[in-house]
C-alpha cells in the first residue's frame, strides 16, 4: 500500500474511546468502509484515518488485528449507541 497505513476506525459518538483496524491490504482499505457504513446504526461513526495518533478525540484506541473480529466489534457498539 505505497508504505501508507490506513487505518478504520469506529467510535460511538458522546463516548470515549474507539476501536481501529490497520488496513492489510488496499481491497480491504476500498471495501471495509462501505460494509461498516451499511452495518453501523445511528450513533457509531466510521472514519478513516492515517495516523490515528494525531486524532486525539478518537483516543484511547483499541487495536483490533483480525478483519472479522473488527466487523463484530463495531456490530456490538450497535448495541451501545
Same mark, same amino acid.
Given at each position: 500500500?505505497?508504505? =501508507? =497505513? *490506513?487505518? *478504520? ?5 458522546? =463516548?470515549?474511546?474507539? #476501536? %481501529?483496524?490497520? !488496513?492489510?491490504?488496499?481491497?480491504? %482499505?476500498? !471495501? ?6 451499511a452495518l453501523r446504526a445511528e450513533g457509531v461513526q466510521i472514519v478513516i484515518l492515517d495516523s490515528p495518533e494525531i486524532y486525539s478525540e478518537? %483516543? ?8 472479522? %473480529?473488527?466487523?463484530? =466489534?463495531?456490530?456490538? #457498539?450497535?448495541?451501545?449507541?
Amino acid at each position: 500500500m505505497n508504505d =501508507k =497505513k *490506513i487505518y *478504520i476506525v469506529a467510535k460511538v459518538f458522546d =463516548k470515549p474511546g474507539s #476501536l %481501529a483496524y490497520l !488496513c492489510k491490504t488496499p481491497n480491504e %482499505a476500498r !471495501c471495509l468502509p462501505g460494509t461498516l457504513e451499511a452495518l453501523r446504526a445511528e450513533g457509531v461513526q466510521i472514519v478513516i484515518l492515517d495516523s490515528p495518533e494525531i486524532y486525539s478525540e478518537y %483516543a484511547p484506541y483499541s487495536y483490533v488485528e483480525d478483519m472479522k %473480529a473488527f466487523i463484530d =466489534k463495531v456490530c456490538q #457498539l450497535n448495541r451501545i449507541a
